[in-house]
Nanobody
Framework: QVQLVESGGGSVQAGGSLNLSCAAS????????MAWFRQGTGKDREFVAA????????YYADSLKGRFSISRDNVKKTVSLQMTALKVEDTAVYYC???????????????WGQGTQVTVSS
């Protein structure tokens, strides 16, 4: 069992930065792959970034490479998403997810947080 709670969302102007955090509880966190997904209004939930259980491998949506960075701290049981050069189209609810492999498909993640809203204005 893994429980996930996101924080750090908010409103920012285009070009700004935000750092999202996901706090996890549960004994299996350090062996889990973690990911961030996002869902804009009226859109499907889409993959943002994933990180392997030990942080050794990271994966990003092609459109976000260079602007977003995922990291984790297995001692603190947290996963972070550093977002820079934000664009209006980055506006969405951002979700943290836990799975057994760092994959891009949301169906491979079995635990989800409640999400945190990110709003980017022009």
């Amino acid at each position: 069992q893994v429980q996930l709670v996101e924080s750090g969302g908010g409103s920012v102007q285009a070009g700004g930065s935000l750092n999202l955090s996901c706090a996890a509880s549960g004994r299996t966190f350090s062996s889990r792959a973690m990911a961030w997904f996002r869902q804009g209004t009226g859109k499907d939930r889409e993959f943002v970034a994933a990180i392997s259980w030990n942080g050794g491998n990271t994966y990003y949506a092609d459109s976000l490479k260079g602007r977003f960075s995922i990291s984790r701290d297995n001692v603190k049981k947290t996963v972070s998403l550093q977002m820079t050069a934000l664009k209006v189209e980055d506006t969405a609810v951002y979700y943290c997810a836990a799975g057994w492999a760092a994959l891009r498909s949301r169906t491979r993640y079995d635990y989800w947080g409640q999400g945190t809203q990110v709003t980017v204005s022009s």
